[in-house]
């Protein structure tokens, strides 16, 4: 798999803060990247740096295979949209987006393309008012067409729908889902639920400091509760205590009965999981019972997100 | 955001230049857009014409009042008339006003950071303010009040003038708004706040002065002398090469000083 974004020891202090310290990250060409962390854990600064927007104070990066520097080259790979994104209000949307794609070397087909995506991003009938006018929402909105109009190899996403209505926040998310493949998406959010409903990788970042990075399933699988759910059709009064028998099984706790079907919370010991799946599956089919359900419990986002942090600097 | 997708491409990309100059063409047709749809072009023509009609006119004014000799203007020469057109320092006055939130307007605004998150070099940014702000003021502030004063002239005092040494002079006086543009853009890339450009601005225009009262070769030297330099080199009148010496110099300073501070701005 190709590398879209690649950081390498990249540091940035301000004057007392250490805003960022040594991240090293490779986000992949394709992928849609949550960039997940507190507020003030570095996340909006590694993106000004990726921009060219602040300038690291030690190590270095690349987008699209090009460094990053003040001078602006790396910014024609990638499409940039700032956390409170601002425009020239004297410009209406579609000039603004006809700005953006003269910078960008985007001559054929560009007024149908800059509709396509005025369109796409819901602000087509607000198109040839001036963006003075435009609501936060609407900004956001113009803010992630410009962003998508050079169609860049990467597009830097900083907190892309802490503006929006509910409604906003799902097109935006829907529409960062339908990039995946197209183009890389490298966002930022402090939002968990957001992360697990569109990433494909994670990079879990606090105090200026990489704390995780992962496929998103192979994060959240890392941090099993090493519990079972279990639902046995036919199940009677000894079934527990079968359950209990079989090796790497430390404790099992009937959770409800619904008709036929028992629902088990089946604790194994640490590592014992798969192998305590294979007994269940066999002691059912010994037992006569019907094996409905046999699943790991995995930790949502957020669980695995406080366990990495310490809980006490988030709160703060 | 309908519902409607439509798929991103194809269209055609094709990189433009590169390099200090990456956006610069850009970045310039967004100035000059600017100038032109803002109220600052008509405010500019207004005042110069205006001032370019009574400035020609003192004389004629002075003879028909009958204090010609008060005014201690008595010439009818329609050349030495236009030549006032530039006497004091209004044109100055009026680029550092023009021209002092440039770069401090679009820092307050957050366009500067967005300008900035496409392929456009810094130098390209503040090429391009500066060479749409001298398009404008040569076409309202030079090339419209002598226009202006020369058909005044022609009128009021019976003949026209001479084109020779109003264009020379014209070329010549570009000088003083290309420093005072310079001045602002080139602090403005240092002093965040408009007024504080103003201040250093209007320090520029009025320090050399004072000094030069107590030391005559500071305004040999005074980039801020090109004004009156120019007028007599028009003439045919002596001129210090000094203060051409010190216009380049404090030109090529601040080009220089503005890129690198320019550069390693963080916004």
């Known amino acids: ?316 | 955001m309908t519902a409607q997708s439509v798929a991103i491409g194809p269209i055609t990309a094709s990189p433009g230049r590169g390099g200090m100059f990456l956006g610069f063409g850009n970045s310039l047709r967004k100035e000059l857009t600017e100038w032109t749809r803002g109220p600052k072009v008509l405010i500019i023509a207004g005042i110069s014409a205006l001032g370019a009609v009574f400035m020609t006119l003192i004389p004629f004014i002075a003879k028909a009042s009958g204090e010609t000799e008060a005014a201690g203007m008595t010439s009818m020469d329609p050349t030495a008339n236009v030549l006032l057109v530039f006497a004091g320092q209004t044109i100055a006055f009026i680029v550092v006003v023009a021209t002092m939130a440039l770069l401090s307007s679009e820092r307050d605004r957050g366009t500067l950071a967005w300008s900035l998150t496409n392929p456009v070099s810094p130098t390209s940014i503040i090429a391009a303010k500066y060479i749409a702000a001298m398009l404008v003021i040569t076409v309202t502030a030079i090339v419209l009040p002598l226009a202006v004063s020369s058909g005044v002239a022609t009128v009021a005092y019976g003949g026209l003038p001479n084109f020779a040494i109003v264009g020379t002079y014209a070329g010549l006086y570009l000088m003083l708004p290309a420093f005072f543009v310079a001045v602002t853009i080139g602090f403005g890339t240092a002093i965040k706040s408009t007024a504080g450009v103003a201040g250093a601005a209007f320090a520029v225009m009025f320090v050399p002065q004072i000094l030069g009262g107590i030391l005559p070769i500071v305004n040999e030297l005074s980039p801020t002398s090109i004004g009156n330099w120019a007028l007599a080199v028009a003439k045919g009148q002596p001129a210090s090469p000094l203060t051409l010496v010190g216009w380049l110099v404090s030109m090529v300073v601040i080009a220089v000083g503005a890129k690198l501070v320019f550069d390693r701005q963080e916004v």
């Open chain 1, 1 to 316: 798999m190709t590398t879209a974004i690649s950081m390498t020891g990249l540091t940035k202090h301000y004057k007392g803060v250490d805003a960022l310290t040594d991240l090293t990250l490779d986000v992949p060409a394709g992928t849609v990247f949550g960039f997940l962390g507190p507020n003030g854990a570095g996340k909006t600064t590694a993106l000004k740096v990726l921009a060219g927007l602040a300038r690291a104070t030690a190590g270095g990066a690349t987008v699209g295979g090009v460094p990053v520097s003040a001078a602006g080259e790396h910014r024609r790979q990638l499409g940039y949209l700032a956390q409170d994104p601002r425009f020239y209000g004297w410009m209406t949307g579609r000039e603004t987006l006809r700005h953006v794609a003269r910078f960008r070397g985007v001559d054929k087909n560009r007024e149908p393309w800059i509709a396509s995506l005025l369109d796409r991003v819901g602000i087509a009938e607000a198109a040839d008012r001036r963006t003075s006018t435009y609501s936060g929402g609407m900004r956001q909105r113009l803010g992630i067409a410009q962003a998508l109009v050079g169609r860049p190899a990467v597009v830097l996403l900083d907190e892309p729908v802490s503006a929006l209505d509910p409604i906003g926040r799902k097109d935006v998310l829907d529409l960062m889902r339908e990039l995946k493949g197209e183009t890389t998406v490298f966002y930022s959010t402090h939002i968990l639920d957001d992360v697990e409903r569109v990433s494909d990788h994670v990079a879990i970042l606090d105090h200026g400091r990489l704390v995780k990075a992962a496929p998103t399933h192979v994060l959240l699988g890392s941090f099993t509760k090493n519990t079972l759910r279990v639902i046995l059709g036919g199940a009677i009064e000894t079934t527990e205590a079968g359950i209990r028998g079989l090796p790497g099984v430390a404790t099992v706790t009937v959770v409800s009965r619904t008709g036929a079907d028992t629902t088990f919370d089946v604790t194994t010991k640490p590592g014992a999981s798969s192998d305590v799946q294979r007994s269940i599956t066999r002691f059912a089919v010994e037992a006569g019972l019907t094996l409905i359900s046999n699943s790991e419990e995995t930790l949502d986002l957020e669980t695995v997100f406080l366990r990495l942090i310490d809980q006490k600097e988030v709160a703060a």
